[in-house]
């Protein structure tokens, strides 16, 4: 049975960091492009950051650019998310995912796994 876990989701002030890892079980995706998503209170799902199966290109949503990057340790099956200069804007609940193929992708319908969510608030 294929899990991804999501953690590092917190409380931080504006301005302040967090880093987020999602870890896989049940098959390994180093061959798999994988992508962070948020879901902002009274808000659709969003597209946040996509890095392709090797670990090479990767893609930022407009609002995060500069300030979040995404990266993977396919030994340990782990993608990570390092979020920086955080807003109160950046508050949601941010999803991993995962898609059965290499390239990247914006949209949710592209990936096949998902996991539950960690919360993020930023304070003002």
């Known amino acids: 049975q294929v899990q991804l876990v999501e953690s590092g989701g917190g409380l931080v002030q504006s301005g302040g960091s967090l880093r987020l890892s999602c870890t896989a079980s049940g098959r390994t995706f180093s061959r798999s492009a994988m992508g962070w998503f948020r879901q902002a209170p009274g808000k659709e799902r969003a597209f946040v950051a996509t890095?392709?199966?090797?670990?090479?290109?990767?893609l930022y949503a407009d609002s995060v650019k500069g300030r979040f990057t995404i990266s993977r340790d396919n030994a340990k099956n782990t993608v990570y998310l390092q979020m920086n200069s955080l807003k109160p804007e950046d508050t949601a609940v941010y999803y991993c995912a995962a898609t059965n193929g290499q390239i990247i992708a914006t949209i949710q319908n592209a990936y096949n796994y998902w996991g539950q969510g960690t919360m993020v608030t930023v304070s003002s």
């Open positions: 890095i392709s199966g090797i670990g090479g290109p990767t």
